[in-house]
């Protein structure tokens, strides 16, 4: 046996029907479709969201919601309690150290530091955004906050 051979079982497949070929094949004159209408016609029919007149469901429902603000920057946030776990007394934290920890992923991040939590350490932080509690608790603990390289 080759693959040319090989043949579906008879009966189970059946020819596609061709309407429109004659009185004899019972499809003929108006392929089935009876005499009038709007479903006689070519073309005919009501489309697939038609309510029966009413205001579809997709012009009923708004367009988007809201907007998307095109001039917004996004901060990667971290928390000065993260700092405090991760890093050493006198240490300089900036976006390449923070990378080095895997805090961010990519030094192209921007990075603003939260207060939550305490710091016992003394940092050195040189980010791009810093809280004002956050600001508080880096100089309580005795470290400084530099502005972004």
């Known amino acids: 046996m080759q693959l ?6 008879d009966g189970s497949t059946k020819g596609r ?27 005919g029919g009501k489309g697939s969201g ?3 007149g009413q ?12 907007f998307k603000n095109i001039n917004r920057v996004e901060y990667a946030p971290v928390n000065v309690d993260r700092l405090n776990k991760v890093f050493e007394d006198g240490d300089t934290v900036d976006s390449a150290a923070l990378v ?11 990075v603003k530091v939260l ?12 980010v ?8 508080e608790k880096i100089e309580a603990a005795g470290g400084k906050v530099e502005s972004a390289c």
Do not use: Y
């Open 4 to 9: 040319k051979d090989l043949r579906p079982a």
């Open 50 to 52: 038609f309510e029966g």
């Open 17 to 43: 029907k061709r309407v429109g070929r004659g009185h004899g094949s019972g499809w003929g004159k108006t392929s089935g479709r009876g005499l009038n209408g709007q479903l006689s016609r070519s073309g």
């Open 55 to 66: 205001t579809v469901l997709s012009m009923r429902l708004p367009k988007l919601p809201g």
């Open 128 to 135: 791009d955004k810093v809280s004002a509690s956050a600001k």
């Open 115 to 126: 207060g939550d939590g305490e710091l016992s350490k003394k940092l050195t932080v040189k």
């Open 100 to 110: 080095e920890k895997g805090i961010i992923k990519s030094d192209q991040t921007l």
